[in-house]
């Protein structure tokens, strides 16, 4: 019997929308087989990964760099790009380079918008966890001075008078001309390359499926999006996947290896292998 494999994703339309085909068994799979899938949020799925929890599961390109000895990166199943990384928001009137005072909240200490604030902004250390589903709330309700935003919540922040005051995957596009590294999918290295290979096939086929088909999905993210509007979730889906997300590419893997220096340069996690 082929093993069953754990896996983990996000409830995030990005997620939702590139695995609804595999895990509703469409896909066919030789080497292996999948269990229920469990849906969480980022952060939660980042500290799994720390324990060594899934053995295939979604993280935040930050969190691979603590874990690159245990996972290893799929060629597809990813989300980097450009135009779609986090935003650092506030109120009007709220200015840069009155920050270092604000408490500014981030959906998880190893995402990488937490890690993007830290490059651009050293300065900002007053720094508080939060769900990011619950960060925009809090701003509302003035309990925190700014957050860093990611998912809907990109297309969202507007309508409760909110500013952007920075966008931090501007801020890395133009600091080293490379997309965005968001999150991508790890499987455990234990697991040997025939099931590896097989499971970045499965994936690519998944998401092929979906592009094919885009509607087919609609009810299963519509279940687990933090949004429900047909816009938003076309808007999440279409910034947030793309050819990367089929396969990540020479630039793509530039642009994670140049994240995962930049992590080590500034003592964010241990010095650890790069992609080939």
């Given at each position: 019997?082929?093993?069953?494999?754990?896996?983990?994703?996000?409830?995030?339309?990005?997620?939702?929308?590139?695995?609804?085909?595999?895990?509703?068994?469409?896909?066919?799979?030789?080497?292996?087989?999948?269990?229920?899938?469990?849906?969480?949020?980022?952060?939660?799925?980042?500290?799994?990964?720390?324990?060594?929890?899934?053995?295939?599961?979604?993280?935040?390109?930050?969190?691979?760099?603590?874990?690159?000895?245990?996972?290893?990166?799929?060629?597809?199943?990813?989300?980097?790009?450009?135009?779609?990384?986090?935003?650092?928001?506030?109120?009007?009137?709220?200015?840069?380079?009155?920050?270092?005072?604000?408490?500014?909240?981030?959906?998880?200490?190893?995402?990488?918008?937490?890690?993007?604030?830290?490059?651009?902004?050293?300065?900002?250390q007053k720094i508080m966890v939060m769900p990011f589903d619950q960060i925009l709330p809090a701003l509302v309700a003035g309990t925190i001075g700014a957050g860093v935003i990611i998912h809907?919540?990109?297309?969202?922040?507007?309508?409760?008078g909110l500013r952007m005051l920075i966008d931090l995957g501007a801020w890395w596009e133009e600091t080293t001309t490379l997309p965005i590294p968001l999150g991508g999918i790890v499987a455990?290295?234990?697991?040997?390359?025939?099931?590896?290979?097989?499971?970045?096939?499965?994936?690519?086929?998944?998401?092929?499926?979906?592009?094919?088909?885009?509607?087919?999905?609609?009810?299963?993210?519509?279940?687990?999006?933090?949004?429900?509007?047909?816009?938003?979730?076309?808007?999440?889906?279409?910034?947030?996947?793309?050819?990367?997300?089929?396969?990540?590419?020479?630039?793509?893997?530039?642009?994670?290896?140049?994240?995962?220096?930049?992590?080590?340069?500034?003592?964010?996690?241990?010095?650890?292998?790069?992609?080939?």
């Open positions: 019997m082929p093993p069953a494999l754990s896996l983990g994703f996000s409830p995030c339309p990005n997620d939702t929308f590139i695995f609804h085909a595999l895990i509703s068994g469409q896909i066919p799979l030789r080497h292996f087989s999948l269990l229920p899938p469990v849906l969480a949020d980022v952060e939660t799925l980042n500290g799994w990964a720390r324990d060594a929890r899934l053995e295939v599961t979604k993280l935040s390109f930050h969190a691979f760099g603590h874990v690159r000895d245990e996972y290893r990166l799929l060629a597809s199943g990813s989300a980097l790009g450009r135009g779609c990384g986090p935003l650092l928001v506030g109120h009007p009137g709220l200015r840069l380079d009155s920050l270092a005072g604000e408490t500014i909240a981030v959906p998880g200490l190893t995402t990488t918008a937490a890690m993007l604030l830290t490059l651009c902004l050293p300065q900002c809907e919540s990109r297309f969202t922040y507007q309508r409760h455990r290295r234990s697991l040997g390359d025939e099931v590896i290979v097989e499971l970045e096939m499965a994936i690519r086929q998944s998401l092929q499926a979906a592009f094919r088909d885009p509607l087919a999905s609609r009810p299963y993210i519509r279940f687990h999006a933090q949004e429900t509007e047909d816009q938003v979730i076309d808007d999440h889906i279409a910034l947030y996947v793309n050819d990367h997300s089929l396969a990540l590419g020479e630039e793509g893997r530039a642009a994670v290896n140049e994240f995962l220096i930049r992590g080590q340069d500034a003592g964010l996690f241990p010095v650890g292998p790069l992609l080939p």
